[in-house]
Each structure stands twice: as structure tokens, then as C-alpha cells.
């Protein structure tokens, strides 16, 4: 069946880095835009950033420029996201998450994991 | 950057009742807008996308109105299971959600 996976996740301390992984299945991976959305504890849904289904092109909220990329290996079927820089407020549940093709709506969403950033 | 409104963030209704739940954006966006349910302690699903499709798999009660500016989604009869937080989103240009509405039964 069709699923994201994500992994990377724990406790960090200010400034530091964490990587994420999403990992995907039940579908082409390789035709799908991908995205990373975070969810503060106990709070919304805040978008980090997307990219594009070969990687030309990449988005990213104005909360993460510059500290954070978004990559994938279309090869793996994997989604990425290298987190630098980390400050507490980036303590969030971060989901993987599937664009659908016409609309980018976010049509299949991971289980998320829990990044930590405190000292 | 476009903002995203909900109204009201929370509500109380009854089994059968039918609900409605507002989302305003700041600029025109057409109708390139999504609303997703999340249950609590559960991953979000997406219920309605170019303002009102409705997802393969959600329950007709369901339905989605609105372009450009103001959106509404709308419950016909409220079921228990419907117990959740609903979040409108743009998702044209940098995709950005509404706060969320709060869904409970009286």
C-alpha cells in the first residue's frame, strides 16, 4: 500500500543538526512533488518546504531559508531534509508528505517524527 | 504573503447537526484550496482539494465551497466520528494552513 515512513528525529541541542529521511512506497516516488510539514506541540500545521518530483526546483518557508534543505533520491525513494541551525522553536512533529499531481494538495501523509531542540 | 482565516476555532454541535466551517484568505487564491481533517493523536488526511473536490474515500457528507477569497466547508449531518481538527490551505505558491477549527460534539 501506498506509505511514507519518516526517521531522523530525537533531541538536539540548540544550534545544532538532525537529518531526516522519509522513506517511500506503494507508489512511483519519482513523479510525485514532496513536502515537509511540521506541527508544533499542541499547535498547527505550518508548511517547511517542497520539491519538485526531479529535484529543479525547491520552496521553503521563511521560518527555515537558509537552514534547512530539502533533497530526494529518486534512486532510494527517499525524501530528505538536513536541518541546521536548530532552535527551540523548530521543536515540531515533522510529516513527509505526498503532493497529489494536479493540485499539490497534500493527498498522503507519513506518521511523522519528533525533533526536540533543547538544551 | 497570503494569510489564511478560519472561523470559528472551535465549535460545539450535535449528532445530526450541520456544520460550517469558514476560511478566508487574504488575497484571491481561485480556488486553490484544500481542507484536511485531524483526528486527535492522528496523522492529518485530506478531505477536499480545489476548494470542492472531494477526496476519493470521504464520506458525501462532506462538502466544500468558495473561490477566490472566501471558502466554507460544510458537514451535513455531524457524526461522532467527525470529532476533529479541520485546517483550510492554500496551496498555490508557498502552501500556508489556516489555524485550525475545533470540532466537538455537545
Known amino acids: 500500500q501506498v506509505q511514507l515512513v519518516e526517521s531522523g528525529g530525537g533531541l538536539v541541542k540548540p544550534g545544532g543538526s538532525l537529518r531526516l529521511s522519509c522513506a517511500a512506497s506503494?507508489?512511483?516516488?519519482?513523479?510525485?512533488?514532496m513536502s515537509w510539514i511540521r506541527q508544533a506541540p499542541g499547535k498547527g500545521l505550518e508548511w517547511v518546504s517542497y520539491?519538485?518530483?526531479?529535484?529543479?526546483?525547491?520552496n521553503y518557508a521563511d521560518s527555515v531559508k537558509g537552514r534547512f534543505t530539502i533533497s530526494r533520491d529518486n534512486a532510494k525513494n527517499s525524501l530528505y531534509l538536513q536541518m541546521n541551525s536548530l532552535r527551540a522553536e523548530d521543536t515540531a512533529v515533522y510529516y513527509c508528505?505526498?503532493?497529489?499531481?494536479?493540485?499539490?494538495?497534500?493527498?498522503?501523509w507519513g506518521q511523522g517524527t519528533m525533533v526536540t531542540v533543547s538544551s | 504573503d497570503i494569510q489564511m482565516t478560519q472561523s470559528p476555532s472551535s465549535l460545539s454541535a450535535s449528532v445530526g447537526d450541520r456544520v460550517t466551517i469558514t476560511c478566508r484568505a487574504s488575497q484571491g487564491i481561485s480556488n486553490y484550496l484544500a481542507w484536511y481533517q485531524q483526528k486527535p493523536g492522528k496523522v492529518p488526511k485530506l478531505l477536499i482539494y480545489?476548494?470542492?473536490t472531494l477526496q476519493s474515500g470521504v464520506p458525501s457528507r462532506f462538502s466544500g465551497s468558495g473561490s477566490g477569497t472566501d471558502f466554507t466547508l460544510t458537514i451535513s449531518s455531524l457524526q461522532p466520528e467527525d470529532v476533529a481538527t479541520y485546517y483550510c490551505q492554500k496551496y498555490n505558491s508557498a502552501p500556508t494552513f489556516g489555524q485550525g477549527t475545533k470540532l466537538e460534539i455537545k
Open positions: 506503494g507508489f512511483t516516488f519519482s513523479d510525485y512533488y
Open positions: 480545489a476548494a470542492s
Open positions: 520539491i519538485s518530483s526531479s529535484s529543479s526546483y525547491t
Open positions: 508528505a505526498r503532493a497529489e499531481p494536479l493540485t499539490l494538495a497534500f493527498d498522503i
